[in-house]
């Protein structure tokens, strides 16, 4: 048993990670920013440094899984201060702490670190392709990988970085700001109109999926690893969008189509094959599977018929 504190334990996928690491039998503290009647809860704002630093003064991790942070393209953009603060700064005040009280270190990076590149995205490619990251959310996630390889290099920090692909899932709560699959489902079963990008493809990864993953890194750390946790199947989003519509059995009149969206990169295609190999990543929920359980957990929580 581990003791492992994850910072926005509190998310769509922190909560559920949480929930599966003590399953497992690991003593888990949680850290976010909203009020919670856990009992192994830290409020915390992660851009504040004594925050966290106060949390490590009385209580010693093995591991940390650094989950917190501000998610997204448009609100990157629309709360570019906030964003920056929470993934920029908040980073490398993890890092600062990790330097001083030697724990491990899982950080959740994302796919938007690819950016413009168009072939299948292997773990190798930011560094050894220099793809162009298109928005602010994606290059604060560059900037966060950099920072951790800096610190690994010149301190010895231990840190494995993940990076999720289109996780969704029961658990999402609907913002603007969330998943494409979010926010498909939200707007089809509320039979308001949204917009579908048609030329863009994407990997996607049923949240059970990723959790387990991830908290299978605990017993499996190679310091300096990174990792793509994502499905193996590829889809447009224009079929994502017809599978909602589909399992809902109403039509597309509310929906208008949209060719390319600009800064945002166009295909998602993820390799695998290193959390296979290292981690036992398996993805047993396709999207056919998976939007049926996103969509009847939206209908319970929204009470919708």
Same mark, same amino acid.
């Given at each position: 048993?581990?003791?492992?504190? @994850?910072?926005? $334990? ?17 003593? @888990? &503290?949680?850290?976010?920013?909203? &009020? ?26 093995e591991y940390v899984y650094h989950l917190a942070a501000e998610f997204?393209? !448009? ?18 005040? /993890? ?25 299948? /995205?292997?773990?190798? @490619?930011?560094?050894?392709? $220099? ?37 969704? $899932? ?12 979010? !926010?498909?489902?939200?707007?089809? =079963? ?44 590829? &889809?447009?989003? !224009? ?14 009149? !509310? ?16 390799? @695998? ?5 290292? =981690? ?16 009847? &957990? ?8």
């Amino acid at each position: 048993m581990a003791k492992i504190l @994850v910072t926005g $334990g509190l998310g769509a996928v922190g909560a559920p990670l949480v929930e599966e690491l003590e399953l497992r039998g690991h003593d @888990v &503290w949680v850290a976010d920013l909203p &009020w919670s009647e856990r009992e192994k809860y830290f409020r915390c704002d992660v851009s504040k440094y004594r925050q966290l630093a106060s949390i490590f003064e009385s209580h010693d991790f093995e591991y940390v899984y650094h989950l917190a942070a501000e998610f997204g393209r !448009k609100n990157g953009e629309d709360f570019f201060e906030t964003m920056w603060g929470s993934n920029a700064v908040g980073t490398k005040n /993890m890092l600062r702490l990790q330097q001083e009280h030697d724990f491990r270190m899982i950080f959740s990076s994302s796919s938007e670190v690819y950016g413009d590149y168009d072939d299948v /995205m292997e773990e190798s @490619v930011p560094l050894e392709k $220099g793809p162009r990251q298109l928005n602010d959310y994606a290059i604060s996630k560059w900037v966060n990988e950099q920072q951790i390889l800096n610190a690994a290099d010149r301190h010895g920090n231990e840190t494995v970085r993940v990076r999720f692909f289109n996780t969704y $899932g029961p658990g999402e709560k609907y913002s603007e700001y969330r998943s494409v699959v979010c !926010k498909f489902c939200y707007h089809a =079963l509320h039979d308001n109109p949204y917009h579908v990008y048609e030329n863009h493809h994407r990997s996607f990864t049923y949240i059970g999926d990723t959790v387990r993953t991830l908290a299978n890194i605990v017993d499996s750390f190679e310091p300096g690893e990174v990792y793509n946790i994502a499905g193996e199947e590829y &889809w447009g989003i !224009k079929e994502l969008s017809d599978m909602i519509l589909d399992y809902l059995d109403k039509d597309d009149d !509310k929906v208008e189509y949209r060719g390319t969206e600009e800064h945002n990169t166009l295909n998602k295609r993820a390799s @695998v094959e290193k959390a296979k190999d290292d =981690l036992g990543h398996e993805a047993t929920i396709d999207l056919e599977k998976g939007i049926p359980k996103t969509i009847d &957990w939206m209908r319970e929580y929204y009470d919708v018929e």
